[in-house]
């Protein structure tokens, strides 16, 4: 589950994952915003023992449709390897 909260004052969405499993939410959030219709959020995480950045974008958004990417950056945001893309379609 998730759970979006907007920080008023920095004008900045935090982005919570809640555990399936354990029912806790995560520590650190996925910090973003919405700019020209598109949404970025970036959080700092590991893979093994090196230090990344996972980036989830919300773009190409129209009332009936949207697409959401994900991509893991190893040299702080130089390059940027997507590994996970989503076309979503209101039902």
């Not at 973003?32 to 023992?49: I, K, N, P, R």
């Not at 190409?60 to 893991?72: E, G, L, M, N």
């Amino acid at each position: 589950m998730g759970l979006r909260l907007l920080n008023v004052e920095r004008k900045l969405w935090a982005d919570y994952w809640v555990n399936s499993k354990s029912g806790i939410m995560g520590p650190s959030p996925s910090w973003g915003s919405l700019v020209d219709g598109a949404g970025t959020w970036d959080s700092d995480d590991v893979d093994g023992a090196t230090p990344i950045v996972v980036r989830g974008v919300w773009d190409q958004i129209t009332p009936d449709s949207c697409r959401w990417r994900q991509a893991v950056s190893q040299d702080d945001g130089a390059t940027w390897q997507e590994n996970w893309i989503m076309h979503w379609t209101r039902a």
